[in-house]
């Protein structure tokens, strides 16, 4: 959270002297490239072999850095479907992305895959390669005839592309899901940005998928170092700013984007399962004056008989904005944990925010704690780094340092447990600050002015002294390396690599370079305070949700996409961002409801609303200094909110299902269309509409005024959620206007589908304490299936579990599969909707274990069921 506006942060940097890039992309047209120059040796996974520079005198070599003339070329044949291939130096002095658990376990191979569905083919003078899916022989990687350029500070690698290509990934950038011709670079270096349009923020994510005629692939390459991906003239290319080439290729044979996404998180790690209490309704702000704030929100919630599940409170809480400390005046202790008792009392939640930087106060026990135990980031001298951040000066941890953990650990546990927690929330852990440079070194009790507040002279002032201090610290530094300003400058959002956070040039444990894993240290401290909310309580999923985050962060955390504005473009936006978190393997993701930055109007929070009542992290939040945005504020939110928060209360079985499948599996809880129809061209630039799962299809307003909504349908039927009306489509081109007021948002079922649902209360656990009600909606042959997934809905490692296949046929329902979990509540009610001639509305009865019901018939097509009392223990099957 940072109340920095994108404006202000143009302003700086062309104040502060540097500028966005401005990249001639045939910079390196003349390269000289590389050549194979020796034995392939053939391994149990693969091949190897060696690369030497083509050294033609001077020229082609030593744009942006030192040329490196030695590479490593290692092909690992991994799995039938993902192929991995590294191209490093030598010497191995590169930086790569450590193997371990706080960069990216990789996996252990030991044979090479019998029967791949790639072909790798490589020339050799000069080097280039190709990856072919060889179900049906397309090309989906090629670097033959493209620039090779491999220096300390620079890599260059080029694939050809269709001219019209499908991309979607390489992120973290508010930006449509599909990469559009507006901004043809895409940069990807965590930072903290005040999320501007299509400019790199907080996550790191150098995955990307093509959509080619129907048919799926996907590339990731394994960097933690800033990059530029171009997307122009036919072609992708990658300018990062060191490492290596190591890239993962995913070519599943059955060429869908949902078996891609599998696949994707086969290798970073399946996203974690969230305990049904997450799934609820959030609530925050940055702002709150005092507790009874905080106390009144939750009350105006009740009135309002708005679902409220969880009650969060920002950096507000703390004592001069430190970590693990209350403000004794406006939220005193006594009063917090009386908070955190009656919340739990009417089955509500309390969750806090932690920062990443530690306050060098003199009188501040977790700094104390971190300076003994050797676990925070340095400057290139050995001294204690020290920045600013929301307390002042501050230092940070180390995550890799051996120390850390434990260190953590106990501050993490002991913070826990004074205020009896339900999780965590991590800001500002790219890590942000608000100097440049170690700009509090022997200033520990000072309280620092905030940069953007002062004066243009003064800032540059301050700028041009942090400069020339972390100029003097390169004396201590053992590299050639400009590890500040390189020569190659990515266009990241905030210019200067080091502006607004830890200096590059900073010093982690085994002399490695902040430049180096700038984008590993959300990730890593996700991993670090997950295993300290573990040993606080390990027998719970443990809840944290993050800011910056890297390839496989998922497993840990859920991410809300950041500081948004209350703008329709955002509301817009925010749909793609969500989906590329599906993609990227963080499932448990979504934005600000209403909009972070800048006042919402009540139409737009309304419309907001409705879509975030579906994000699968679904919370309002909102800035500082802006209007206050609850939806209870305003009726037509507060009615939209209820419409919207019933059905997905009601849909919470469902929903819960497709998290257990998401961390099984892999797939996205939220799925574009075309991820379920990859056939349809039509719907691979469709990101107005979306999909649950398979079955449930959201055709959000999201233009300010609008009473309607153009919205396509995958051919087949769907039903109305709210009036079970048919919708029959033939064509899945064709558009069909959906009518929409104020407080309602188009909500259709797939015919053939069977969906579990609850009775919608006001919080989870009364919502759950209801019976099933089984949603049987009819295809055209009269039938349909569905699956629901149980268990106790909270524990880490579950005694038992049931996974449910329902299906409907011939006028029989019946229910197969795993029957582990003995407390699930009973099916209290059937509803079958639609079928061929309005099948549903015609059936009269049902019978189970000889008792008999009838239906009622509260439209022609539907079919209502009653009273029931059918245990979901083991099989079933109900006659009507």
């Known amino acids: 959270m940072v109340q920095l506006k994108t404006s202000l942060l143009l302003a700086a940097s062309c104040l502060l002297g540097f500028s966005f890039a401005e990249i001639n992309y045939d910079t390196t047209a003349n390269a000289n490239g590389y050549r194979v120059s020796g034995t392939v040796k053939q391994t149990r996974t693969g091949i190897t072999f060696p690369l030497s520079f083509v050294s033609k005198g001077s020229t082609g070599k030593d744009f942006y850095g030192k040329t490196i003339d030695d590479l490593t070329v290692t092909v690992d044949y991994e799995t039938e479907d993902r192929l991995h291939v590294l191209i490093t130096d030598k010497a191995k002095e590169q930086y790569l992305v450590p193997n371990s658990e706080l960069g990216f376990e990789r996996p252990e191979v030991k044979r090479r895959a019998r029967h791949p569905n790639y072909e790798f083919k490589y020339t050799d003078n000069p080097f280039g390669f190709q990856v072919i899916r060889t179900s049906d022989k397309e090309v989906v990687f090629d670097t033959m005839n493209q620039p090779l350029v491999f220096e300390d500070q620079y890599i260059e690698l080029t694939t050809v592309l269709p001219a019209d ?52 692939h996907g590339v990731f390459l394994l960097s933690g170092h800033g990059m530029d991906v171009f997307t122009v003239n036919g072609r992708l290319t990658y300018k990062i700013l060191g490492g290596g080439l190591e890239f993962y290729f995913f070519t599943p044979k059955k060429a869908t984007p949902n078996n891609f996404v599998s696949l994707y998180t086969d290798l970073i790690g399946k996203p974690f399962l969230p305990s049904l209490w997450m799934l609820g309704w959030h609530q925050c702000r940055y702002g709150y004056e005092n507790i009874s704030v905080v106390e009144d929100v939750v009350k105006k919630y009740k009135e309002a008989d708005i679902p409220l599940e969880a009650a969060w409170i920002d950096i507000d809480y703390m004592d001069r904005f430190k970590d693990f400390t209350v403000d004794p005046v406006n939220f005193p202790l006594e009063e917090m944990q009386a908070l955190s008792k009656k919340l739990h ?106 940069f953007w507040t002062l004066p243009e002279a003064e800032q540059k002032a301050l700028f041009d002294k942090w400069q020339v201090a972390l100029e003097e610290q390169n004396q201590y530094l053992n590299t050639t390396r400009d590890l500040i300003s390189p020569n190659y ?40 305070t997950r295993n300290a909310i573990l040993e606080h309580e390990p027998k719970k999923r443990p809840f944290l949700l993050t800011r910056s985050s890297f390839a496989g962060t998922g497993k840990s955390a859920g991410h809300w ?25 963080i499932s448990y993701s979504g934005a600000d409801t209403c909009g972070f930055n800048d006042n919402a109007t009540e139409e737009l929070c309304t419309r907001w609303s409705q879509v975030g009542a579906f994000y699968p992290f679904a919370r309002n939040h909102n800035n500082k200094g802006q209007v206050d945005q609850y939806p209870y504020l305003w009726e037509s939110t507060a009615e939209a909110s209820r419409v919207a928060l019933g059905a997905r209360y009601a849909m919470l079985p469902y929903f819960y299902t497709l998290h257990e499948e998401s961390s099984r599996v892999g797939t996205g809880v939220w799925r574009p269309l075309f991820f379920e129809y990859p056939a349809e061209a039509s719907f691979v630039k469709n990101e107005a509409q979306f999909l649950l799962g398979t079955d449930v299809l959201l055709s959000p307003v999201l233009d300010d005024g609008a009473r309607s909504v153009e919205a396509q349908f995958p051919v087949g039927t769907w039903y109305d959620w709210f009036t079970s009306e048919r919708v029959e489509s033939n064509d899945a081109s064709n558009k069909v206007s959906l009518p929409a007021n104020l407080t309602q948002i188009p909500i259709h079922v797939r015919g053939g589908a069977i969906v579990p649902l609850k009775s919608p209360k006001y919080t989870v656990g009364e919502t759950y304490s209801t ?24 524990s880490l490692v579950q005694q038992g579990t049931s996974s449910i296949n329902f299906s409907f046929k011939n006028g029989k329902l019946q229910a197969s599969g795993k029957f582990g979990y003995d407390a699930a509540e009973p099916i209290g009610a059937i509803k079958v909707v639609g079928g061929k001639n309005n099948y549903a509305g015609k059936l009269n009865q049902l019978s189970i274990r000889g008792k008999t019901f009838r239906a009622s018939h509260p439209s022609p097509n539907v079919a209502e069921f009653s009273g029931l009392s059918i245990a979901l223990e083991h099989p079933f099957s109900v006659k009507f």
């Open 165 to 216: 290509a499908n991309i979607y990934g390489l992120g973290e950038i508010t930006e449509p899901f599909r990469k559009d011709s507006i901004k043809n670079v895409s940069t990807i270096f965590t930072t903290d940005a005040s999320t501007p349009l299509y400019g790199n923020i907080y996550g790191s994510h150098p995955i990307y998928m093509e959509h080619r005629n129907g048919a799926s």
């Open 345 to 450: 009392a009417d089955g509500q939640k309390f969750v806090t925010m932690v920062d990443a930087a530690i306050s060098t106060n003199t009188s501040y026990g977790p700094h104390d704690r971190l300076l003994a135990s050797g676990a925070f980031v340095k400057n290139p001298d050995g001294t204690e780094y020290a920045g600013q951040v929301w307390p002042g000066f501050t230092a940070f941890p180390d995550w890799w340092h051996p120390n850390a953990q434990a260190y953590w650990t106990k501050e993490i546990g002991d913070w826990l447990a004074l205020l009896d927690l339900d999780g965590l929330w991590i800001d500002m852990n790219e890590p942000s600050a608000f100097c440049t440079g170690s700009c509090g070194t022997n200033r520990t009790d000072e309280t620092p002015p905030l």
């Open 489 to 528: 400058a990515i266009a990241n959002s905030n210019g200067n690599l080091s502006f607004h956070g830890l200096a590059t040039s900073a010093q982690f444990h085994g002399d490695v370079a902040f430049y180096d894993i700038k984008s590993l240290y959300g990730h890593a401290m996700c991993k670090v």
């Open 561 to 585: 996409t950041g500081d948004n504005f209350s703008q329709w473009e955002y509301l817009k936006l925010s749909i793609g961002t969500v989906l590329s978190m599906q993609l990227f393997g």
């Open 771 to 794: 019976p099933y009600t089984l949603l049987v909606v009819l295809d055209d042959t009269n039938a349909a299936a569905g699956r629901l997934y149980i268990d106790d809905g909270d």
